[in-house]
């Protein structure tokens, strides 16, 4: 068992999950996973459930940020935007399948 | 590759990851895994970094709603009341270490 204390990089991991763990960025990384690169409105419609398009912004920032999403852009007029996993993430997705199957099977 | 629509049951699992995707459900989580069975006194000391008496309510109120979080109030005056994992939870807790261990490698 890991012991815990406030001497761990508990803290960084905890703030990465929490940043991963929020529902919106759970449903960008798995639509990118499904459809691989995507410009930003198709990855907007691509969304289950509807998103705001301040939320998407924000929520691809901090992917981004965290290193999970890779951002293009293509000097063109207008400018095409193209968003992509990551590779480190192809590491993260099959634990990120693991934790919905158990949700799916646990959720009451 | 799993196919996400707004028709499966994603959006229940992203809300409950979600819910112990938070930095605190996850100390408590790990708290409780560590210790066992912890009055709230217990419990609040040995959350690494400090958390108000207000946020570990909430946590734990949010925890037991999902099932994740057993609470039990002995009839002592004053009352004692214990916190601990439920038994669904243990089948949760390796893939949230494989997760932590995830993020341990890959935060920046």
Not at 47 to 53: D, F, N, R, T, V
Not at 69 to 95: M, Q
């Amino acid at each position: 068992m890991k012991r815990i204390s406030s001497d761990t990089p508990l803290s960084p991991a905890c703030r990465m999950i929490e940043q991963f763990g929020s529902r919106w960025a759970l449903l960008v990384l798995l639509t990118l996973e499904q459809h691989g690169t995507l410009r930003y409105s198709a990855l907007r419609r691509n969304i289950p459930g509807g998103i705001s398009e301040r939320m998407l912004a924000a929520t691809l920032d901090g992917l981004e940020q965290s290193g999970l999403v890779d951002r293009t852009v293509y000097p063109e007029v207008p400018p095409r935007v193209e968003y992509r996993l990551t590779p480190k993430t192809a590491s993260l997705l099959p634990i990120l399948h693991e934790l919905l199957a158990w949700t799916e099977t646990h959720a009451e």
